[in-house]
């Protein structure tokens, strides 16, 4: 399976501001997706970065609330804009591995927001 | 749509018990079904996963599922739990050709008494 790391692992914001999140995977992938978990909650799909292409966003979220780079095969940052203190949650990307119909998805660690 | 329903909210087992989590999904088609450990301050691990094939599927840490097409279900078992299992486990389902669009349930918090 492929490793994969995420930074920062938790950060306390202020309001109105923004965050970065990187996630890095060890080998190269072509799919890789941020999801959202927020407190108590499951988890739900953000959207879907392929490298050399937009990212698509799931409904109820917006490029520019939720900005995601995918500058090559190993690396994706997903970025919380304007925060609110609705945007605590833990933010978890994943990627897709095993090649053909089989693929599975694996995770990163999270990253713990807390928004003041 | 395509939903996953996991009925109990939170589960406490002695340890040692066997343990059973169900999960219950709706999808229109042959689904590609999931389940997920989160433990406290971690990401996912993947326990196991169904394609096709054998219904009955064994993953790591010694839980297997059962996927049962007729009751839409596709239930976590474990025969013996180890203290080690405390944590929330998520059944997901594949909502589309890639796994990318995964639909998860809200997870089973499962506590383990001594």
């Known amino acids: 399976s492929a490793v994969i790391s995420q930074k920062p692992s938790r950060d306390i914001c202020q309001r109105g501001t923004s965050l970065t999140i990187q996630c890095q995977v060890d080998?190269?992938?072509?799919?890789m997706f941020w999801y959202r978990q927020q407190p108590g909650q499951s988890l739900t799909l953000i959207a879907t970065?392929?490298?050399?292409?937009?990212?698509t966003y799931e409904s109820g979220f917006v490029i520019d609330k939720f900005p995601i780079s995918r500058p090559n095969l190993t690396f994706s940052t997903l970025t919380v804009s304007n925060m609110s203190p609705e945007d605590s949650s833990i933010y978890l990307c994943?990627?897709?591995w095993g090649g053909g119909a089989t693929d599975t998805q694996y995770f990163g660690p999270g990253t713990r927001l807390t928004v003041l | 749509a395509q939903s996953v329903t996991q009925p109990d909210i939170h589960i406490t087992v002695s340890e040692g018990a066997s343990l059973e989590l169900r999960c219950n999904y709706s999808?229109?088609?042959?689904?590609?079904l999931f389940w997920y450990v989160q433990s406290p301050g971690q990401g996912l691990q993947l326990l196991l996963k169904?394609?096709?094939?054998?219904?009955l599927v064994q993953g790591i840490k010694g839980f297997e599922a059962e996927f049962k097409r007729s009751q839409s279900s596709f239930n976590l078992r474990k025969p013996s739990v180890h203290w080690s299992d405390a944590a929330e486990y998520f059944c997901?389902?594949?909502?589309?050709?890639?796994?990318?669009?995964?639909?998860f349930g809200k997870g089973t918090k499962l506590s383990v008494k001594p």
């Open positions: 994943s990627v897709e």
């Open positions: 970065a392929n490298q050399g292409s937009e990212a």
């Open positions: 080998s190269q992938v072509t799919m």
């Open positions: 999808y229109g088609a042959t689904p590609y």
């Open positions: 997901a389902v594949g909502a589309g050709g890639s796994q990318g669009n995964l639909i």
């Open positions: 169904y394609f096709s094939g054998d219904t």
